[in-house]
């Protein structure tokens, strides 16, 4: 009786095996977040990149826009994927579509040489050192690009580089779309 007990740990972590495994056959990993589709861009108050240095102006990324559509981009001149999109980015400015650049967990000095060796595709670049920023969007690593329509709402997100045209084209295209009229009373 003594040696049934002995096996009841061994039974019940093959049990949990099981349903990890099967979790995780389960799982897409394709998948990608976009809980902040729809919603407002979150009110984070961020220094402005000024020559290498953050400060000493702020700006909330909710205004950041202006009242107009812009791309947010969460770069970082340590992340790979972010120089493989950078050309894509330098297209979007001679476009003339607003991208705002948020260097997320990175060194002023640090974003201000990636800037100079890359060209700035940004219309003003908002310094993140802390990843507060990142937290409030709801990231999981640089780069990712939210489109934001002209009254601050979320209306797209890729997660990863900006590679695909049609993807990029999307992005613009939702962020310039017109937002949809108010609900009018009907006459009795």
């Known amino acids: 009786m003594s040696r049934w007990f002995a096996l009841i740990p061994l039974v019940v972590l ?3 095996a099981a349903l990890f495994i099967g979790w995780s ?3 897409d990993p394709s998948v990608k977040p976009d809980a902040l589709v729809g919603q407002a861009v979150p009110e984070t108050v961020l220094p402005m990149l000024a020559g290498d240095v953050a400060g000493p102006g702020h700006v909330d990324l909710k205004t950041a826009g202006v009242g107009k559509p812009m791309l947010i981009n969460v770069f970082a001149s340590w992340c790979a ?3 493989v999109e950078h050309p894509k980015l330098m297209t979007l400015k ?5 991208v705002v650049g948020v260097a997320w967990k990175d060194d002023p000095v640090a974003t201000r040489a990636f800037l100079d060796e890359l ?5 003003m670049v908002l310094v993140d050192r802390e990843g507060r920023a990142g937290l409030d969007l709801g990231i999981t690593g640089a780069p ?5 329509d002209a009254m601050g709402r979320i209306v797209g997100k890729v997660s990863g580089p900006l590679l695909d045209d049609a993807e990029i084209e999307r992005l613009v295209d939702a962020m310039q779309a017109p937002p949809r009229p108010l609900p009018t009373a009907t006459a009795r």
């Open 94 to 98: 001679e476009r003339g579509v607003a």
């Open 81 to 83: 994927p972010c120089r």
């Open 119 to 123: 060209g700035d595709p940004y219309s």
């Open 144 to 148: 990712e690009t939210f489109a934001v």
């Open 25 to 27: 056959l389960q799982r």
């Open 14 to 16: 093959v049990a949990l």
